[in-house]
């Protein structure tokens, strides 16, 4: 075997960060194209267990690979993410790879052009290993809803990594990617990176382009990175964030270099803990791992006061009203006319468009488009649609008033650890009550990062949910950062 393959495999053994891996390159220490190699490999003997990809794109990556190598040879400087092996969420097109969004209704399409997150990655001298599991069109809290099976927990593997993009954070945790690209609908970034261990960003709504996500709901939906370790999650924000003509909600504000953003001490900085946060139906191993974070934030320089966002109690239900609107009009595409899956059982149009949806579409997914639709019916819109709305406000402005008091709000991000598989797609009241501390900042707006923070008794994951005002992603990292420096 090639020293430079038998380095690559060396490098797979325990997750790197950025820059050893890029500098390691750079200095021929291994080889791009030897690094992905050796991450399919590891894809080949994890993937059977753990349900992670859905589909590979090894020509794609070990072209991109070797342009690396090249440039490396040559003695040019590397890229940002030169050589860094990164799965890509299937909700997120890419140019000729299957693009499924977890659903039967998708089967057989394949998009002729990359979103921009994707094409920002690669710019940026990312390999592309292939599309990742996930709930059926994002909707869901364990990916159990996937049409093709559910992903398993690397920590416990009888366990749920969260959802929906818990394909992603299991890509990272179980070291089949160094880093992935997620989205966060109502907490499809945080929770799973919480489960599963690893650090998740949710961008401030507009920081990321959307074009090129397939869509849930167009006024929640966020684009973000998971990764190992804050540095380099900040590191992939940077990259894929900014200004996209294609995508009009995105921000013209500029990009800050939200590493060194992240390497800046918290000192000084003021800290929130709300109170909503903190009662009902918190896990007491979560709770103690949480005070433990904010005590460690008291000990770097922090101080810490108490704040209060009264209306959390209606997030869920203003939630789950905007957010099956939204689905209910943006899934009304798939029809079986153009693309993606076709009713055989199609006597005439009606008997096709409704044998296809009924057929291509899973049970949860079928759930949400109903609510949706009820809530934007005659004579229902202004009692509920119209309403969430307006709760929605109430909550956004609860946020503006406590970022007028301090710098961040640090929350639990669940408030259980990963439950086990099949526990509660049985009542799907109680698996939406677990995004109760994620789905505020969604409707607001603002951005947030989870990082690890300790562990239950049983060895599972806690991830903290830290908070800041729109466009404050610089201060969120710092924050994750000083509590990952604490190793709690």
Do not use: W
């Amino acid at each position: 075997m090639p020293s430079e393959a038998k380095d690559a495999e060396n490098f797979v053994e325990k997750p790197r960060t950025f820059a050893e891996l890029r500098d390691a390159i750079q200095a021929g220490g291994t080889r791009a194209t030897d690094l992905a190699a050796a991450y399919y490999e590891r894809i080949e003997k994890k993937n059977p267990r753990l349900n992670v990809y859905l589909s590979l794109t090894k020509e794609r990556a070990l072209a991109q690979a070797a342009q690396v190598d090249a440039l490396a040879a040559k003695g040019d400087p590397l890229p940002a993410l030169a050589g860094i092996p990164v799965g890509v969420k299937d909700v997120l097109v890419m140019r000729g790879a299957p693009a499924t969004a977890g659903s039967k209704i998708l089967e057989g399409y394949r998009p002729p052009y990359d979103a921009t997150a994707v094409a920002r990655l690669e710019a940026a001298g990312a390999v592309l290993l292939g599309k990742i599991n996930c709930d059926e069109f994002a909707m869901g809290s364990s990916n159990e809803n996937s049409a093709y099976g559910p992903v398993r927990n690397p920590v416990d593997t009888e366990r749920v990594p969260g959802g929906s993009s818990g394909g992603s954070a299991a890509a990272v945790a179980a070291n089949m990617a160094v880093a992935t690209l997620g989205t966060d609908t109502g907490g499809s970034i945080r929770q799973p990176a919480s489960f599963c261990g690893v650090v998740g960003v949710l961008p401030t709504y507009g920081r990321v382009s959307r074009y090129g996500l397939i869509a849930f709901a167009s006024s929640l939906d966020r684009v973000g990175p998971f990764a190992a370790n804050v540095r380099d999650a900040a590191t992939l924000l940077g990259v894929i964030a900014g200004h996209d003509p294609q995508d009009a909600t995105t921000s013209p504000a500029p990009v800050e270099d939200y590493a060194a953003e992240s390497d800046k001490p918290v000192e000084g900085l003021r800290i929130g803990v709300p109170t909503e946060y903190f009662g009902e139906g918190l896990d007491p191993e979560v709770r103690s791992a949480i005070e433990s974070g904010v005590a460690a934030l008291k000990a770097a320089g922090c101080s810490v006061k108490p704040v209060s966002l009264p209306h959390t109690n209606y997030a869920i239900p203003t939630y789950y009203l905007v957010a099956t609107a939204e689905a209910s009009a943006n899934l009304a595409r798939f029809d079986g006319v153009r693309y993606g899956y076709r009713s055989p059982a199609s006597a005439s149009l009606s008997d096709m468009y409704r044998h296809s949806r009924d057929e291509g579409f899973g049970a949860e997914v079928k759930r949400r488009i109903l609510l949706g639709t009820y809530a934007l019916s005659a004579g229902y819109y202004d009692a509920y649609y119209l309403k969430a709305q307006q709760v929605r406000r109430l909550l956004a402005e609860e946020f503006l008033r406590a970022f007028a008091e301090v710098d961040a709000i640090v929350t639990p991000t669940s408030p259980v650890p990963a439950f086990k598989l099949g526990e509660k797609t049985g009542d799907p009241l109680a698996m939406y009550l677990a995004d109760i501390y994620t789905v505020t900042a969604s409707l607001a707006g603002i951005c947030g990062v989870t990082v690890p923070c300790g562990a239950t008794k049983a060895g599972l994951p806690v991830g903290m949910q830290v908070l800041a005002a729109h466009l404050c992603e610089g201060t969120a990292f710092r924050v994750a950062r000083a509590v990952e420096a604490a190793q709690i």
